[in-house]
């Protein structure tokens, strides 16, 4: 008997779901050996959980024994879950982000049978675009917070549809991502979800009336949408988003203090909001790096002459979709000068969505653009491991190895090939994006790790605390040692060559942390410990050498 072709491309998009699963999980596997926790970042946030969980304090997240108004609890609440059931460990929050990622690509793949029930193999593709874009993929098994915001983002666009499609609970989805999103990294959420909103008379001009045919897959219902009722329910869903913030932060504000209150009902808000306008990166500052963050999709011909086509067709309701998510965001972001890249994270679902639609019934083409931009790269890591790129020299602590480069080219030669024989191209860059990062991680380890590992350090200082002796951090301090030494109680932050010599006067017994812009001068110092850090170094010095640091090495 014939298989339904239904069917077959249903069971098809499930494989390519498992298969992007797999490639998250390896590479997971391989950010974890070859990545340590890295600062300043990622040690800082997993010590703020730490401090959290020495307090038994879940309420108020602290750094360095102070309240770390930053960023709300709801990552370090996923941490202290982990740590309930297996322990404080280092792994388990390594593992936090991956899950969330996973957690992503199946909505992903769910949302794409939604927006094209007639596409019923969409969800894998999609799936498979959004695990291999590079800074995806990056964030996957990175400690940071836009890969979890990207998951209520998710649910959001879920409850919108479901609301679109005149389901009330769809209303309750996004007033649920709404408090969950602003959980975990404040009201940016609704930056994220709101827009797709406002314009759901341009996606959604109105559901059919009953007896006409199906629109793009749903069902007749009796009358057209009332769009006063609608913006009734998004309402309805921010003060639901807010009553679940609120019911974290009222009891924080009173457990943290006055000072701490302020910050997270209005002064980080208000102070990011000035920064985030004092014109410090241009609008067009995403669009060149757009081919990078967005590698290998982007640069591959393949998706233009697709979008080329699409323009003759016309858009479909799915496509609006994701559109309206996509560009009011981009644009908004693009006006905010205090830019980074991983705001752009939670669009990339969208990206993948839209990427997959445009793909679909196509021929397959060829790879070689991607491929031929891989091989580039290689031979770069193929020059630097064989020494021939002098300028390295000194901002690595060791030539990468060889066989990283080597690979990459074989595995560049291989998509090529693979494009030349008509292989489904969406598998092949897929493959060809995650391995890209997996083995440039794998060439950068032994460069960059003795840089950006520093739990010797941290246990270095863990040892100066437990026998009794204060230590003091002679530089802004980012609790980077925190956790990873597992230190029960905070480094004095000094941040001045005055406060340095104050602090040495009343500590004479004591030790400090002291920062170095070149490696090479750490040599002379007598220390009880001493390593490379990030592009300089670091010590741990005595109060005597303490003192005869202090005029060089702070303002």
């Known amino acids: 008997m014939p298989m339904n072709p239904q069917h077959t491309s249903d069971l098809s998009g499930r494989n390519l779901l498992l298969f992007s699963l797999l490639l998250l999980a390896a590479l997971a596997a391989v950010a974890i050996l070859t990545r340590p926790l890295t600062p300043i970042d990622e040690t800082r946030y997993v010590s703020a959980a730490w401090e959290m969980w020495l307090r038994g304090d879940f309420l108020v997240p602290f750094k360095n024994g102070e309240p770390y108004s930053h960023k709300p609890p709801f990552l370090f609440w996923m941490f202290h879950a982990g740590w309930a059931l297996f322990g404080v460990n280092d792994w388990w929050p390594r593992l936090v982000m991956p899950l969330f990622s996973a957690g992503s690509l199946l909505l992903t793949y769910r949302l794409a049978r939604r927006l094209w029930p007639q596409h019923a193999g969409l969800g894998g593709q999609a799936a498979l675009v959004l ?7 990056f964030f996957s098994t990175t400690i940071m917070f836009d890969v979890m915001l990207a998951v209520w983002v998710l649910l959001g666009m879920h409850g919108v549809l479901s609301a679109s499609e005149g389901k009330r609970y769809g209303f309750v989805l996004l007033g649920l991502a709404i ?30 009336h009953k007896g006409t045919p199906t629109f793009y897959g749903l069902k007749p219902v009796k009358d057209r949408m009332k769009w006063g ?28 203090g006055e000072a701490y209150r302020n910050a997270i009902f209005w002064g980080q808000t208000a102070n990011r909001m000035v920064e985030s306008f004092a014109h410090q990166r241009p609008v067009w500052w995403y669009l060149p790096l757009l081919p990078v963050l967005l590698f290998p999709w982007f640069v591959w011909p393949g998706l233009w002459q697709a979008v080329a086509a699409q323009r003759r067709a016309g858009l479909d309701r ?4 994701c559109l309206a998510w996509i560009l009011p ?22 990206f993948a969505l839209l990427a997959a639609r445009l793909l679909a019934g196509r021929s397959a083409t060829r790879v070689g653009v991607p491929a031929l931009l891989v091989a580039a790269l290689a031979v770069a890591l193929i020059l630097a491991g ?21 690979a990459l080219l074989l595995l560049a030669l291989l998509a090529w090939l693979a494009g030349r024989q008509g292989f489904a191209p969406v598998p092949v860059l897929a493959m060809l994006g995650a391995s890209t990062l997996a083995l440039v991680q794998l060439a950068a380890m032994h460069s960059l790790q003795p840089r950006y590992e520093i739990r010797p350090m941290a246990q ?54 002291i920062y170095l812009d070149e490696a090479r001068d750490m040599a002379p110092i007598a220390a009880r410990y001493k390593q490379a850090y990030r592009g300089g170094a670091v010590v741990l010095v005595n109060a005597q050498v303490a003192a005869g640091l202090a005029a060089i090495h702070l303002d």
């Open 131 to 137: 695990v291999s874009a590079l800074l995806w993929i």
């Open 179 to 208: 408090g969950l999103g602003v959980l975990t990294k404040g009201p940016v959420i609704l930056l994220n979800l709101l827009p797709i909103t406002v314009l759901a008379p341009w996606w959604n001009p109105g559901l059919p």
């Open 329 to 350: 965001v981009f644009i908004a972001f693009s006006f905010i000068s205090g830019k980074q890249p991983h705001y752009l994270v939670p669009m990339f679902p969208a």
């Open 460 to 513: 270095a200082i863990k040892q100066v605390q437990d026998a009794g002796l204060p230590v003091a951090n002679a530089a802004k301090y980012h609790a980077q040692y925190q956790f990873l030494g597992r230190l029960q109680m905070p480094l004095a932050e000094l941040r001045t060559a005055t406060e340095l010599t104050q602090w040495l006067a009343t500590h004479p017994e004591g030790y400090v942390v």
């Open 318 to 321: 799915g496509m609006r979709f």
């Open 386 to 406: 064989s020494g021939q790129i002098a300028a390295l020299h000194a901002e690595v602590a060791d030539l990468p190895p060889l066989w990283p480069g080597v």
């Open 229 to 256: 009722r609608w913006f009734g329910g998004v309402a309805l869903a921010v003060v639901l988003g807010a009553a679940i913030a609120l019911a974290w932060a009222l009891p924080a504000g009173m457990a943290g």
